[in-house]
């Protein structure tokens, strides 16, 4: 191991069993009662929501298929991912993101202050993404986060706008059930998406010499409202089951995504639905990618729980917060190895 930074190591409580667990129970469902010419069917719907609200208040992960994103736009994608990354890192590093604008290549991200082994391309789905300048709360300037693409391969570009639009279609159709699965409107959310800063990831997890000691990505929950990932048939995706605390594997399913529920809409919900750890387990032998696209809202949004979702018997959980500057907050632990634990939603939680 002689040459691995030691950036790279996990405390000994959070490194990956080699031992797999495999999921039996992640939920699969199949969304063709959205997209089928009975999509008026009120109860093929209305079981639908059933199914999605069960799996968002036992796993906050599941996974979709017959999502009516078209094969081809995930596939050139993938093989555009695929020839970038292939690439020297010096080519690469001609479109590096930095803290002013963090869309781009970045190869020394950190999650909990221990480095991930992987490389990503990050890309605002709105292009130019408006966030807030700086993480000071009274600082109001606004600034533009600009995507960058890079000469190879010349069909990325192409290729992620047309991704970002069909994926943008299927986030929209997963928050209208979500938000009928708690009893509200379809479109009681779609608002809090009008100029939204979503972005979507491009990872590469190269094979890993020390699979046992490294993670692709160490554990973590994802700080938007929802992630619609596509990972390869590689593997290493694991999920903290709910029940016990167990890391359990998330098995690749062909043309399936996986979908996990944000800490946002953990706020939204107050708690009906909690966000998921989860981590990237890493191995010696096969590169990985994944693809995730992260669903989040205006940089102006105030968070809070939804108002229809609280009264006196249960009162709202959380304190509002602004999801920009909490964004800006968040990001800064990713350029620098910060001494403290970065800003989570616990910071806003209301005691009992
Ligand atoms: O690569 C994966 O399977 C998941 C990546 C992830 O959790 C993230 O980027 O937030
Ligand atoms: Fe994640």
Redesign the pocket.
């Known amino acids: 191991m002689g040459e691995v930074d030691s950036a790279f190591i996990q405390a000994i409580e959070h490194r990956p069993k080699l031992a797999i667990v495999e999921a039996e129970g992640i939920p699969l469902i199949d969304l063709s009662a959205l997209n089928s010419p009975d999509s008026s069917n009120p109860s093929a719907i209305s079981r639908l929501v059933a199914e999605i609200g069960e799996a968002c208040k036992n796993w906050g992960f599941f996974q979709v298929i017959n999502h009516g994103v078209p094969f081809e736009r995930r596939q050139n994608m993938e093989l555009a991912s695929r020839k970038f990354f292939a690439q020297s890192t010096e080519e690469k590093r001609k479109v590096r993101r930095d803290e002013m604008n963090p869309m781009g290549y970045y190869d020394t991200e950190h999650t909990k202050n221990v480095r991930d082994w992987?490389e990503?391309f990050d890309f605002a789905v709105e292009n130019p993404m408006v966030m807030p300048a700086s993480h000071e709360p009274d600082d109001k300037e606004l600034t533009k986060w600009i995507n960058q693409w890079p000469d190879y391969p010349s069909e990325l570009r192409e290729a992620s706008e047309a991704y970002a639009e069909e994926l943008k279609k299927l986030s929209y159709k997963l928050v209208e059930l979500i938000s009928l699965s708690l009893g509200l409107p379809a479109k009681r959310l779609n608002a809090f998406f009008k100029d939204q800063t979503s972005s979507i990831?491009l990872?590469h997890?190269p094979p890993c010499p020390i699979p046992h000691l490294a993670l692709?990505?160490g554990r973590?929950k994802?700080p938007g409202a929802l992630?619609i990932?596509g990972?390869d048939d590689v593997g290493?995706?694991e999920v903290k089951r709910k029940t016990d605390g167990e890391w359990i594997r998330?098995r690749p399913t062909p043309d399936a995504y996986?979908i996990n529920v944000g800490d946002i809409i953990q706020v939204w919900s107050n708690d009906k639905y909690e966000s998921v750890e989860?981590?990237?387990m890493v191995n010696s032998q096969r590169e990985?990618f994944?693809i995730?696209f992260?669903l989040n809202p205006g940089h102006h949004v105030m968070v809070e729980p939804l108002e229809e979702l609280t009264d006196e018997q249960n009162p709202a959980k959380y304190k509002a917060y602004n999801w920009g500057k909490f964004r800006a907050t968040r990001i800064r632990s990713n350029f620098k190895k910060l001494s403290v634990e970065n800003i989570q939603i616990h910071h806003f939680k209301i005691a009992e």
Request: aromatic share 8%; net charge positive; glycine share 8%.
């Open positions: 992987k990503v990831r990872n997890y692709g990505v973590h994802d992630t990932l990972q290493g995706l998330v996986i989860h981590r990237v990985r994944s995730p992260f």
